[in-house]
């Protein structure tokens, strides 16, 4: 560890913990303030995080606790810190959103976390299908820190990690460019080196070595730990990028002893699991577009070929287009300097990443989701509604901007009380949940005020949640002659909220005074 750059990442990480998402950081938060808290909450939070994951796992072994041995386990370390312990370790972890710079980092640092979480269920779920003789919460663990150099790399000193991506791109290997870029140590030596500068288990540390251990030189739980670490990383990255995954499946054949399709429904539920756990992990997922990958190996797997369908396809969201059924209502859509003419709803999205790479207009940025939504998703009216303080009632839930069938930037005032209300609804806006309604279930769904508006429409509600508080809704409809949404133009609106969502969370005061804002 002579090296200066090596001394100086072990420097960095023995004073800094790694951020949070602030998603993340926020619940734990909340959750060491509740006295009533339960153990399990506290737990599922920690393990979702791969920062938090490692801060409880680093407190719980540094040496001021003297443990006889180390912890691999949240549970374990959860229950053995006191309520203060775990106080103090929430309100000060930093935030990764505010230590990241936006831009290719952030998003680097957030796939390359959320795919980690993904390998990590994907143990999990693995452990036990194929019943593999370690604790499944530990190979959670040791297969999320199976890239922990590279995390910490890419948060801590980004030139060196652009410079490995330089090389990679020039078709040297990680493992080369890594060797060059720091100065003689690999991404794998950094982890382990980090994790044993952190007092981890050795299980956990060898879990890292990208070096494929057998059984006779590790012992039994090291070898479990690597081999399962190593292949859940490798089958979730073969994966995403389209290679081919047999040659690892045969590979780790002797420790998993599940065919092609059983691990393919493992990696569908893990990252079903991924999804669930937060908002932010569900926006990662839809950027990096690995679910369409997952849903077209099954398909091959199950039927041994597949014809290929436009639906299938992940680069368009929108339904497919003919001469006929391609008349759009006449709107009015920001100017923009870009070339590209804005046709699918990925169009739009690749319109609004490349917006927020400039300086961030919150007016501009829920205008170009509003158009992708109308115009990509060829829906016939879409308004983004909020709440806002009422003058008698509280809260009142009232359009602001709005596309559709009526002249272009027409404001669309609805009038409702979400805390008196019992309407359908509203109540979604209270548990945070979408709502889709046909036109025969909306007769006695809506106040008066609403029922006409929604009369003969499919109608699509979308809460729009920033720290689990409900700030407005999208509603969007067709025509009660037209066909719905398809599931995936459906996961594109949701996409759209989760993007919209973040907007919001970026320049709150701003989204308060939508109702003044005209497109």
């Not at 023995?14 to 938060?29: G, M, Q, Y």
């Not at 072994?61 to 370790?89: F, Q, W």
């Not at 009526?406 to 979408?434: C, M, T």
């Not at 949404?485 to 949701?494: A, H, V």
Request: net charge positive; charged share 25%; with cysteine.
């Amino acid at each position: 560890m002579q090296h200066s750059l090596i001394a100086e990442i072990l420097a960095k990480v023995h004073t800094n913990d790694l951020p949070a998402l602030s998603e993340h950081a926020n619940e734990i938060r909340s959750l060491t303030q509740n006295q009533h808290a339960t153990t399990a909450s506290l737990v599922s939070v920690f393990m979702k995080d791969f920062a938090l994951a490692c801060r409880i796992l680093r407190t719980a072994n540094s040496p001021y606790y003297k443990r006889p041995a180390p912890l691999a386990s949240v549970s374990i370390a959860v229950n053995s810190l006191g309520h203060e312990d775990l106080k103090t370790l929430a309100t000060n972890t930093m935030v990764l959103e505010e230590y990241v710079k936006a831009g290719m980092e952030q998003d680097l640092a957030l796939e390359t976390i959320t795919l980690s979480l993904v390998s990590a269920t994907l143990a999990k779920q693995i452990c036990t299908e194929a019943k593999i003789p370690i604790n499944p919460e530990e190979a959670f663990i040791s297969t999320m820190l199976r890239d922990l150099g590279k995390v910490t790399v890419l948060l801590y000193f980004p030139e060196s990690y652009h410079e490995i991506s330089q090389m990679i791109a020039r078709g040297a290997s990680e493992t080369d460019a890594a060797w060059v870029a720091l100065r003689g140590m690999t991404l794998s030596r950094l982890g382990m080196e980090i994790a044993r500068s952190w007092h981890f288990p050795e299980h956990v540390v060898q879990a890292i070595n990208d070096k494929k251990l057998k059984i006779e030189q590790a012992g039994s739980e090291a070898y479990y730990h690597n081999n399962l670490a190593a292949f859940c990383n490798e089958f979730v990255l073969a994966v995403r990028r389209n290679q081919n995954a047999n040659k690892i499946l045969g590979d780790y054949r002797d420790l998993l002893k599940l065919d092609k399709e059983e691990a393919l429904h493992c990696l569908n539920k893990s990252l079903e699991s991924t999804k669930n756990a937060s908002d932010t992990y569900r926006l990662a997922l839809r950027n990096i577009q690995i679910q369409s990958a997952v849903n077209l190996l099954l398909k091959t797997a199950s039927s041994g070929s597949i014809k290929i369908s436009r639906d299938m396809l992940p680069a368009k969201n929108g339904r497919p287009r003919d001469k006929a059924d391609h008349q759009l209502p006449d709107t009015t859509f920001i100017d923009t300097p870009y070339d590209l003419q804005p046709d699918s709803l990925n169009d739009y999205l690749y319109l609004f990443r490349k917006g927020c790479f400039k300086k961030f207009d919150l007016k501009q940025s829920l205008i170009m989701l509003l158009t992708g939504m109308h115009r990509g998703l060829q829906a016939d009216r879409v308004i983004i509604m909020q709440l806002v303080a009422g003058q008698e009632k509280g809260k009142i839930l009232t359009g602001g901007l709005g596309l559709g069938e009526y002249p272009a930037g027409k404001l669309v005032v609805f009038d409702e009380n979400p805390a008196e209300s019992r309407h359908v609804v509203i109540q979604s806006l209270k548990d945070g949940k979408d709502r889709i309604f046909a036109s025969e279930q909306t007769a006695d769904q809506f106040p008066r005020n609403l029922a006409s508006l929604v009369k003969g429409r499919k109608c699509y509600f979308m809460p729009l949640m920033t720290e689990k508080r409900p700030v407005g809704l999208i509603y969007l409809d067709i025509k009660g002659d037209r066909k719905p949404l398809s599931k995936n133009q459906f996961e594109g609106l949701q996409f759209c909220r989760d993007l919209m969502v973040q907007a919001i969370h970026k320049d709150k005061r701003t989204f308060t005074n939508l109702i003044t804002l005209k497109t």
